[in-house]
């Protein structure tokens, strides 16, 4: 970020990484990341260049397949990807009427129906969001981009300007995993 202010419109890292989170096969504490930063650009771009930066590599290591089996998933990298509202999907597969607005006592049974094991004595909204989303994630082949991210999951990205409740915020999603996380960054001092 420093970069960025110093007057660098564009820079990447590629590197190691550690958080120390859980461990799964999708959440590995050590890992290797790319990371971006770029000036006068928003999450649309960000979207725009990961699609770009797929097809690129794709055809490079395999010239003329777009089409991939991974997981269980038929995923065709051919086709343009697939954009999923986030309270749409949540509406669509849980019934979640205003997911931006969801209370804790509406996500509980919900996790109670899906047999979705949370310690009652520290659940909460994004918490139990979280935890549904990543069920029904698992079904999603892509390639996708989720959006529209409610701002109680990500509250240090950008705010939307069309609904304040949400953020401007995407991840990629292939045969069943988040790929990536990306955003616009908040730029209101205030907010910041």
Do not use: C
């Amino acid at each position: 970020k420093r970069l960025i202010v110093a007057g660098f419109e564009k820079v990447y890292d590629i590197g190691a990484r550690f958080r120390n989170e859980g461990l799964s096969d999708e959440h590995l504490p050590e890992h290797v990341a790319m990371e971006f930063y770029w000036a006068y650009a928003d999450w649309r771009d960000g979207m725009k260049m990961i699609q770009e930066l797929y097809t690129y590599i794709l055809g490079r290591v395999y010239p003329g397949k777009t089409v991939f089996n991974i997981r269980g998933h038929e995923v065709d990298f051919g086709k343009e990807w697939q954009e999923i509202d986030f309270a749409q999907i949540m509406k669509d597969e849980y019934g979640i009427q205003d997911l931006y607005n969801v209370t804790i006592e509406e996500l509980i049974p919900l996790l109670d129906q899906h047999q979705i094991a949370y310690d009652a004595d520290t659940i909460n909204v994004p918490r139990a969001t979280d935890s549904l989303w990543k069920r029904l994630r698992k079904t999603i082949t892509g390639p996708a981009f989720l959006v529209n991210h409610p701002k109680f999951l990500s509250p240090l990205q950008k705010p939307s300007t069309e609904n304040p409740q949400m953020v401007e915020r995407f991840q990629p999603i292939i045969a069943g995993s988040e790929l990536g996380n990306g955003w616009s960054e908040v730029n209101d001092a205030v907010d910041q």
